[in-house]
């Protein structure tokens, strides 16, 4: 994920510190990064929805930050799986999983499941949150899951 944005009216501007930015220039961000056919917006309706929807359109140009990886290193420790928490054989997310397991790119997963990038990205950050697996990301962009390890909650 791009961490730096140039802003023609902000100038640079960090993803960390989009929560320092105030409302009335968050809109002028929002409107440079929002996806294409999106109308612009001339005001929030709160602060909340100012961050959440500059956010929302960064993660949309640029990626989605929540599935932290680096390249040849693991996700933070696989959480431990909930008992309820099972994947329904043959779901999407199950056929993601499968083909992550080998080790496959972003677009592979987008094209196997008929997601786009944002959903295949936030379904990894649910196998590993919600269903306990690790990630791990190879410099040419494939990324494996890893399966949890311990006793179910």
């Given at each position: 994920?791009?961490?730096?944005?140039?802003?023609?009216?902000?100038?640079?501007?960090?993803?960390?510190?989009?929560?320092?930015?105030?409302?009335?220039?968050?809109?002028?961000?929002?409107?440079?990064?929002?996806?294409?056919?999106?109308?612009?917006?001339?005001?929030?309706?709160?602060?909340?929805?100012?961050?959440?929807?500059?956010?929302?359109?960064?993660?949309?140009?640029?990626?989605?930050?929540?599935?932290?990886?680096?390249?040849?290193?693991?996700?933070?420790?696989?959480?431990?799986?909930?008992k309820?928490?099972k994947?329904?054989?043959g779901?999407?997310?199950?056929?993601?999983?499968?083909?992550?397991?080998?080790?496959?790119?972003?677009?592979?997963?987008?094209?196997?499941?008929?997601?786009?990038?944002?959903?295949?990205?936030?379904?990894?950050?649910?196998?590993?949150?919600?269903?306990?697996?690790?990630?791990?990301?190879?410099?040419?962009?494939?990324?494996?899951?890893?399966?949890?390890?311990?006793?179910?909650?």
């Open positions: 994920m791009n961490e730096e944005f140039v802003s023609p009216s902000l100038g640079l501007v960090k993803y960390a510190d989009i929560q320092t930015i105030p409302p009335t220039q968050l809109v002028h961000l929002y409107n440079e990064l929002r996806p294409e056919g999106t109308p612009p917006v001339a005001e929030f309706h709160g602060l909340l929805d100012a961050y959440a929807r500059t956010k929302r359109a960064w993660h949309s140009r640029f990626g989605c930050p929540d599935v932290r990886i680096k390249v040849g290193e693991e996700d933070v420790a696989p959480r431990v799986r909930s309820n928490h994947m329904r054989p779901s999407k997310r199950s056929k993601l999983a499968q083909i992550l397991e080998r080790g496959a790119t972003i677009e592979e997963g987008m094209e196997a499941t008929g997601w786009d990038r944002r959903n295949v990205q936030c379904n990894m950050h649910v196998l590993v949150h919600r269903y306990g697996f690790g990630l791990r990301c190879e410099e040419d962009g494939r990324v494996f899951i890893t399966p949890f390890s311990g006793e179910a909650e």
